[in-house]
């Protein structure tokens, strides 16, 4: 989740008549035509259809482990062992939840480990993607581990305090609770939480960072921030994204990118990174989720009612207000949200699929953009075209394979006709008054 700016689009002039057509004319139109070129969506490699199928496989044991781990905990009574010790050891109700966090995270932590480094670790160096030194890893691992203790403690109380005060109505009061609260994290992660593990820094290429502000004055984003972050020494992955809200908002260009494509393609992709940008993406995300969680925690209390009444005996404690119970709402969760999930993602999908649009009718480079997605899937090992179900349930973005298709043929310019977001851009004029 979670979840911005934008760019130079060239505006087709009618051509003046003349006998001879100056020799400007003629390499604009011919740069034009070659942006309309299309671009074969790549055939996946042999590794890549591997990486997938076998993603696939992994994505199943992941859910059913995730499930299985907060199941145990709750059925075996150990939740309710935990907070009798927690009990004993912090003696305040407020000191009982931090000691029991702070167990209960430190536990899960090493249950989950041997799957972290599989995943983390294991398999993408087995694929060659990755080049991330195992201390590196591991010292990224005890990272979020920190963070996650430290969040835990500083904000897990709150519900269990709204629910102790006010048991019917807790979901409510909670899912009010989770806009501020959602807003807050977008606006310090990429201040205090992402700098911890990536090193970011200005642009290296100058004359590249110059074209995308431009590019981002002529989408209509002021005081545009990129950074490009240090993501050679653990990835040969692609990628950029947006992050942040209000004074916390930047686009973000890892160094693997910015060696892999082109000055064209590289402002292709950061057109679409504008287009979340400037469509308030990070928001509508933060605000419908929100409203989701008013959903979510709603069916939580009553499925936790239920499974209190009819397990409480075996679980060792009879109220959701009980820290005990964090194992069971974690259990509650995951099944729902992976119920949920292809709803989540069908958004993000639509999302994505503006950005693209949003691109091409800021650049008019439809050439590079796709060629842009044909390296990205050749970089990543992506099947451009997977399952109907993989999509449903795994795909945050349209697959690369329509991507490239929608890229090849989507130029409403060339026929004279105006793009979605066209009333968004910067005319040439009013970036020279705003120069002036």
């Known amino acids: 989740m979670a979840a911005l700016l934008i760019a130079v689009v060239i505006t ?31 055939e996946p490699s042999e590794r890549a259809m591997e990486y997938y199928r076998s993603g696939i496989a992994i994505w199943f044991g992941v859910q059913a482990w995730r499930l299985a781990i907060p199941a145990v905990i709750l059925f075996s009574g150990f939740s309710a062992r935990l907070r009798t010790f927690a009990k004993r050891l912090g003696r305040s109700w407020f000191g009982t939840i931090a000691v029991y966090l702070l167990a209960f995270y430190l536990i899960t932590f090493v249950i989950e480990l041997p799957l972290d480094y599989f995943l983390g670790y294991v398999r993408p160096h087995h694929y ?25 403690i500083a904000f897990v109380w709150i519900p269990f ?45 100058k004359a590249l960072e110059a074209q995308i502000l431009s590019l ?19 990835t040969k992955t692609v990628n950029a994204y947006v992050t942040g809200l209000f004074g916390s908002k930047r686009i973000v260009l890892w160094d693997t990118l910015l060696a892999n494509q082109n000055d064209k393609e590289v402002l292709a992709v950061m057109g679409h990174e504008m ?15 929100a409203a989701g969680s008013l959903i979510l925690l709603f069916l939580v209390d009553r499925l936790g009612r239920w499974s209190i009444a009819r397990f409480g005996n075996r679980f060792g404690f009879d109220s959701l207000a009980d820290i005990a119970a964090l194992p069971l709402f974690i259990f509650l969760l995951a099944g729902l949200n992976l119920i949920g999930s292809p709803i989540q993602l069908a958004i993000s999908r639509t999302m994505e699929h503006e950005a693209d649009r949003f691109s091409l009718e800021l650049t008019h480079t439809n050439h590079s953009a796709a060629s842009a997605f044909a390296k990205l899937q050749r970089e990543n090992l992506s099947n451009p075209r997977p399952g109907w179900l993989s ?7 349209p697959p690369l394979g329509e991507r490239i298709d929608f890229c090849n043929v989507y130029h409403p310019w060339t026929s004279g006709l105006s793009g979605r977001y066209d009333s968004l851009f910067r005319s040439g004029t009013e970036q020279s008054k705003r120069a002036d």
């Open 12 to 42: 087709l002039q009618a051509p003046h008549e003349s006998a001879a057509p100056s020799h400007s004319a003629t390499s604009a139109n011919s740069a034009e035509s070659a942006e309309l070129v299309p671009v074969p969506v790549p």
């Open 216 to 234: 981002a004055d002529r989408a209509g984003i002021d005081g545009s921030r990129v950074f490009e972050i240090d993501k050679s020494r653990d």
């Open 161 to 205: 305090l709204v629910i102790a005060r006010s048991p019917k109505r807790w979901w409510l009061y909670t899912g009010m609770l989770a806009l501020p609260f959602a807003i807050f994290t977008a606006f310090v992660m990429p201040i205090w939480i992402d700098p911890l593990f990536n090193a970011f820094g200005p642009m290296k290429n």
């Open 275 to 289: 287009g979340h940008f400037v469509l308030n993406h990070v928001a509508w995300g933060i605000s419908l989720g």
């Open 128 to 152: 060659e993607l990755s080049r991330q030194s195992l201390g590196r890893w591991i010292g990224n691992e005890f990272k979020s581990l920190a963070i996650g203790i430290v969040a835990a």
């Open 391 to 397: 999509v449903i349930f795994r795909s945050s973005h």
